[in-house]
């Protein structure tokens, strides 16, 4: 038997790869997530420069990439050696703290690695071994990236938001989750519904309310799952901003008028109606007697 045959057919052992998988990209997200807003900002410093026509610095910036230079701790500049980086097993063993130094580690990164995992695993387990789960695969590990990197930094980088908006829509191409032509309105719809709120917003309150990336984003996920999970998207991100904003804000002794990521909440409530839309609106319309 094929080992692709085998995972077809055993249900259990796909979602527990999915989850081993998980953990490695997690790992490899926790990269991304820390150092792709760097990377951007050297670019955006070289392009002004480059029109401004300013003069470059006598010594070029080391390379600085997803793969070099290669991690170390941030206080002592210690190389992380590679046993250092097994995915959560080397924070429990290192009890959280740096191998030379012993400066504290964020938990950040062990818990990134296990959302990764625990997510593939509910990917894996609802979708089973094909095509569709592996798609799915990759955009859950995108919506992780974007969702902590708008956290962050408040931005939702195109490097990650357009390929997968291209993917959502070549996928569909062939119907791995709905038909092209609804894929493709799902996009145009996904950004023009926020596009539509950002500009009645401004011209009632002279502010800008989000970003142009909360609408790229929206647009790709209605590349990937059609018009018909942008309502439940939105509903849902709105709803769970609204409560969690409101919950971080007075945590922080933030005033109101403090700016918020929507993303996060955008890419959660994405995933959750890409994954149990139909269920949930099934659920509600028989609730509601219809």
Known sequence: MLPTDYLASHVLAFVLLAGLLGLVIGSFLNVVIHRLPKMMARDWRQQAQEILELKEESQPEPTYNLILPHSHC??????????????????????????????????????????????????????????????????????????????????????????????????????????????LWGAVAGYLALWTVYWVFKLITGKEGMGYGDFKLLAMLGAWGGWQILPLTILLSSLVGAVLGIIILKSRGDSNATPLPFGPYLAIAGWIALIWGDTITGTYLKFAGF
């Open 74 to 183: 941030p206080h002592c500049n210690a190389e992380i050696k590679a046993w250092q980086n097994i995915p959560v097993l080397s924070y429990l063993f290192l009890r959280g703290r740096c191998g030379n130094c012993k400066a504290r580690i964020s938990p950040r990164y062990p818990l990134v690695e296990l959302l990764t995992a625990a997510l593939s695993m509910v990917v894996a387990w609802q979708f089973g071994f094909g095509w569709a789960a592996g798609a799915m695969l990759l955009l859950t590990w995108g919506l992780i990236v974007l969702s902590l990197i708008d956290a962050d930094t408040q931005l939702l980088p195109d490097d990650i938001v357009l390929p997968l908006l291209w993917l959502g829509l070549i996928v569909n191409s062939v119907g791995l989750f709905t038909d092209l032509n609804t894929a």
